[in-house]
Structure formats: C-alpha cells, structure tokens
C-alpha cells in the first residue's frame, strides 16, 4: 500500500464506537431518555404524537429495533431499559427522528462526556493510590527549576517552597544573594561535577567547600519526590 492510499485509508477510518445505555419512560405525549456512556449521563425529553394502539402497541422490542441504528453517529446500543410502556403508537417517522435527534445530540456532548469520564477515572486511580487512612506524613512541596538564580524572587510566591537551581559558573557568581534564602534553595549539581567534588574534599577535607554548607546540593535528573 503507497503513503498517499494509506493517508486516505486513516482519514476515512472511523472513531471506535462507544456504547450507549439508554432508560426510556414514556408517556402519552413525552419520551424522555437518561442516555450513560460510561459513567457519565445526559437527560434528554422529546415531544410526541401518539395515539391509542387498535394493534400491535409500543413495546421494548419496537424500542431496541429503533435505538439500535446509530446511523452515522459514533455509538452502539447497549442496554436499553424502560418502564411499563402505554398502550399506544407512535408514528414510525417520529420515532426515528428522535432517534437521529438524540445520537446526534450525544455526538456533540461526546468530548466533554468523555472528559468528565476521563477525570472520573483519574480520580479513582488517585483514591487507589493513596487510600483514606494511608497518606503520607510528610508535607507535600511545591519546587520549582530555575535556569537563572536571578529568578529567585519565585520564593515571593506563597505557594512556591524551594527552588532547584543549576550549579553554573554564572549562577555561582550571584550565589552570594542567596545564603538568606538557603533553606529554601536545593542546587541541581550536575553528575560528573558531584563526582569531582567528592573527589576534592576526600584528598583536600579542609578545602573551602564549607562556604556552601548551608546550600543543598542535588544530582541533575528528576526532580526528588514531593
């Protein structure tokens, strides 16, 4: 298959359909839907213009056989449910119309569902992983990485707690503005310099490396868990 038919297979492929459940409680003149998809539901009503049945009266099976062509829209029926249905009918026409109405009013609602399903996922991932009764003791921290020790008024931010800061050359030259603010400052020292350091004050331990005591120093890489 050539780039440009496989381009043309992808844009005409289709989302994968989601299933729909939808409850249906109808009356002599109203339907009204609770349309889930996942968890996530839409209340829905529709007008209609029923007569009283001489034959063959609306039933769930009529109901399902309807509901079940999504046509275009991105669904498929799932369970359908409803409640003692009237004896009447209602005009194949109107029925059908709808049914295009509601799928097609679920297909605009699709993203935002989706999210709200996506969050509600998240969330209980989240409770998963920190169950009541089981949370951490320590304080939850708000670091942020800084490329210019200039920038340390961050620390202004109430919200802010430290400050990561790359051990340069230039940032060392500022270094002095920051020994008020060292509890607050964790230095983002590269490996193969921590290597050397080390290495220094085992062959010199009198060296002035005291100057920094105040300053914590901390391995390029991910940031040190909260």
Not at 133 to 159: F, H, M, P, Y
Not at 180 to 205: F, M, N, T
Request: hydrophobic share 35%.
């Amino acid at each position: 298959m050539s780039d440009n038919a496989a381009r043309r297979q992808l844009s005409n492929a289709k989302p994968p359909a989601e299933r729909v459940d939808l409850t249906l409680e109808v009356t002599e003149t109203q339907i009204r839907v609770d349309a889930s998809i996942g968890s996530a539901s839409k209340h829905f009503e529709y007008h209609i213009d029923s007569h009283p049945a001489k034959r063959k009266p609306l039933s769930r099976q009529i109901l399902e056989q309807v509901f079940s062509a999504t046509a275009d829209e991105p669904f498929v029926l799932g369970q359908l449910d409803c409640a003692d249905l009237p004896s009447i009918v209602i005009p194949p026409k109107q029925l059908k119309q709808i049914r295009r109405d509601l799928y097609a009013e679920l297909g605009q609602l699709r993203k935002p569902l989706k999210r709200q399903v996506t969050e509600e996922h998240r969330q209980q991932a989240l409770a998963a992983l920190f169950p009541p009764g089981k949370a951490s003791s320590r304080k939850r921290e708000i670091r942020v990485l800084l490329r210019d020790s200039r920038d340390q008024r961050v620390l202004q931010d109430q919200n802010v707690d430290r400050i990561l800061i790359p051990l340069s050359g230039q940032n060392l030259q500022h270094a002095h503005k920051l020994v008020r603010k060292a509890d607050h400052l964790i230095w983002d020292v590269p490996l193969s310099c921590s290597i050397r350091l080390e290495g220094d004050a085992q062959r010199h331990p009198s060296t002035g490396a005291d100057r920094f005591q105040p300053l914590q120093a901390q391995q390029s890489g991910p940031f040190p868990a909260l």
